[in-house]
C-alpha cells in the first residue's frame, strides 16, 4: 500500500499530497523501471551497476528550473568521466524528453520518463498526486546500490547545490 502525505509540501499556499515514503542515506536504493525515448524500458540502477549514480528528480523538463538544472548537469557529466552517471528522471513523455535534449544538445545526462507506472516517484517518495508530477530532488547511489546522498528539495522552484552533488559523486567515486 502507498504512503499517502498531505501535510508537509505546498505548491504556493496550498498542501498538495506526496504518494510514496521518503527514502534515506544508507538505505538500499529502490530498483525502478522507467521509459527511455522510443518507449524502451530501463532499470538505471541495473544499467549502471557498478558506477556512481546521480538520479535528478524533475517536475517538467519543459520548465525553466528543470531545464537550467538538467544543462549544468549536462555539463558537470562532461568533468565527472564514465564513472559516474547521471539521469534526469519526470513525467514527460520519452518523446518530448527527446525533443528536448535535441534542441538543448544533452547528451551525457540521460533522461527517463517514468510517465506510464510512476513507480520512481512512488518508491522515492516523490509524487504529488494532484498534478502527477514529482518534486525536486536529487539522490546519489553508490557501486554497492546504497543511497549515500538525498536531498528533496523544499520548493519545485529551487534549485541544487550543483556543487555540492557533484563533490559528494567524487567523494563516493573514491
Do not use: H
Amino acid at each position: 500500500m502507498t504512503t499517502v502525505r498531505n501535510d508537509f509540501f505546498k505548491l504556493g499556499e496550498k498542501f498538495v499530497t506526496i504518494l510514496g515514503d521518503d527514502v534515506k542515506v544508507g538505505d538500499v536504493a529502490p530498483e525502478f523501471t522507467a521509459m527511455l525515448p522510443g518507449w524502451k524500458p530501463i532499470n538505471p540502477l541495473q544499467e549502471s551497476k557498478g558506477k556512481v549514480i546521480i538520479l535528478c528528480a524533475v517536475p517538467s523538463i519543459d520548465t525553466e528550473t528543470c531545464d537550467i538544472e538538467t544543462r549544468r548537469f549536462n555539463e558537470e557529466a562532461s568533468k565527472l568521466g564514465q564513472d559516474i552517471v547521471i539521469y534526469t528522471v519526470s513525467t514527460d513523455f520519452p518523446f518530448a524528453q527527446k525533443r528536448w535534449c535535441g534542441a538543448a544538445g544533452v547528451e551525457r545526462v540521460r533522461l527517463v520518463s517514468d510517465v506510464l507506472e510512476t513507480e520512481f516517484g512512488l518508491k522515492y517518495g516523490l509524487l504529488i498526486k494532484e498534478r502527477r508530477f514529482f518534486r525536486r530532488a536529487v539522490f546519489i547511489v553508490d557501486r554497492e546500490g546504497k543511497l549515500t546522498y538525498v536531498n528533496y528539495l523544499p520548493i519545485l522552484g529551487q534549485e541544487p547545490s550543483y556543487d555540492e552533488v557533484v563533490a559528494e559523486a567524487k567523494k563516493v567515486l573514491g
